[in-house]
């Protein structure tokens, strides 16, 4: 661990790490920060309420797109559940491909093929929305309890049966834990993908941080507050009903 912090120290510099500079910065954040507590622009909010609208739809869509293809890939890239190790270690790179790069690199790169506008957001985040997924659930499905899946084994199930009643329902809490946290991060993302044109609340956002219209962005940055508070409280209720269901 000694180890390891003087190395951490050591290679600070290379990232530009200066706490001489962060110090004195201080003041300029606080600075930055106390020109939130305006009063905000309710005309805005008409606007807003639509835009991030836009946002969620973009943020759910792209989400339930994942799901349907994430699922197969999972159980494809899980080394318990995969039908050959090749298929195993070729879904687990395309996994990897897909979340190399960020979604606003997508987001170019789908913006430049279909145009702006929502659609290359939802292409983009629902793009590596899959890698991340597609990983988690495998991930999921690899660390079951094999007692299960052998006793449904033993009574004649097959490799799909296997695999949907005996693996799929005991990684169930960790999908949902996993939609749920990963419905939290697609908002986020989908809140700045409005800087390469894919809609949403990013364009209002950057555009009231270049103009100074710090009324619009305290209402923006509470409104992404919220929807990522109701989310984290809806993810803990939907667990607890899944792990209260498997001990009645």
């Known amino acids: 661990m000694l180890a390891l912090l003087l190395t951490l120290w050591l290679t600070a510099p290379i990232v530009e790490v200066d706490f001489v500079r962060l110090i004195t910065s201080v003041g300029k954040m606080l600075a930055f920060a106390g020109q939130m507590f305006v009063a905000p622009d309710w005309a805005y909010v008409p606007q807003l309420l639509a835009k991030m609208l836009e946002t969620m739809e973009m943020t759910v869509l792209a989400t339930a797109i994942a799901i349907v ?145 710090y009324e619009r962005l305290l209402l923006i940055a509470l409104s992404i507050y919220l929807v990522v508070t109701a989310l984290d409280r809806a993810s803990d209720s939907f667990r607890r009903r899944i792990l209260n269901g498997r001990k009645q």
């Open 69 to 213: 293809i994430s699922l197969p890939l999972g159980v494809l890239a899980a080394r318990n559940a995969t039908p050959h190790l090749v298929v195993y270690r070729l879904t687990r790179d395309l996994l990897s491909l897909m979340r190399a790069l960020p979604e606003l690199v997508w987001a170019l790169v789908f913006v430049s093929a279909v145009g702006l506008g929502p659609l290359p957001g939802v292409m983009a985040l629902a793009f590596v929305t899959v890698g991340f997924m597609g990983k988690f659930f495998a991930e999921s499905i690899e660390v079951v309890d094999h007692k299960a899946v052998e006793g449904v084994r033993a009574h004649g199930a097959g490799w799909m049966q296997v695999r949907l009643f005996a693996m799929l329902p005991q990684a169930l809490p960790d999908f949902v834990g996993t939609v749920m946290y990963i419905l939290d991060h697609n908002l986020r993302a989908a809140a700045i993908l409005g800087l390469v044109g894919a809609g949403g609340i990013g364009y209002d956002l950057v555009m009231s941080m270049r103009l100074f219209q």
